[in-house]
């Protein structure tokens, strides 16, 4: 995926209805997230409206709420329902404080993969191996763009011992995994020269965090809409 901007995906079958006539979501999604909430929705028949951020972002976690806060802000003032999708992703309370000011909700968690796998299950992981480098199916996909490109390892292969020699393994939290993906995550791996654990993750936990956000929606705006219903497409 690129790290620029890419279009407002909707799921309703029609963008132009007004968010009153749709009782829709806009969702402001980390661009590692927005295309599986993107497909979760549209599986769910859920009124939603993914707006992707560029994923490269989460190198810069400091920059994270100010990219959210003007594009929340117009949605709003359109008289959009709003939610963020982002956990607190390394902005240390920086996306909570534009959820308090704007009236929105963000996913819950410290980061995307307490969202995909549960922060119970994190723990764990951490706590048997401290060292534990952790991947998503997105992180597996750009790997070579996000961490290779990004941390500047094709040109100075050196640097992966300073980046880490700290860490004892790889675990990948497989969402929808294929041959494909799995190939690529050994690949991660053998590029840090660690061993590869895959679990299982599957996409529950992500849609379950959509579900509460589309019925605190439905909820606010009247429509009563139960998520566990998939919405007939117009």
Known sequence: ??????????????????????????LIACGALAQPAAEIAARRGWPVTVHPLPPL?????????AEVRPLAQRLVAAGHHV?????????YGALDEVCAELGVERLPGLHCYD???????????????P??????????????????RELGLDRFPELRADYFG????????????????????EEAAAALGLPLNVVDAGQAGLEAALAKLVTRCAQRSGAGTDPASPRRRR
């Open 1 to 26: 995926m690129s790290s620029s901007r890419t279009a407002r995906t909707s799921t309703t079958g029609s963008s132009t209805s007004s968010p009153s006539e749709a009782a829709g979501l806009d």
């Open 57 to 65: 972002l989460h190198n810069q976690p400091q920059l994270i709420a």
């Open 83 to 91: 939610a963020i999708g982002y956990a607190d992703c390394g902005t």
């Open 115 to 129: 969202v995909i796998a549960g922060p119970d299950r994190l723990t764990r992981l951490f706590e048997e191996q």
């Open 131 to 148: 060292g534990t480098y952790v991947l998503t199916d997105f992180l597996v996909r750009s790997f070579a763009r996000t961490v290779v």
């Open 166 to 185: 700290s860490y004892t393994r790889v675990v990948w939290l497989a969402e929808q995994p294929d041959d494909e993906l799995r190939g690529l995550a």
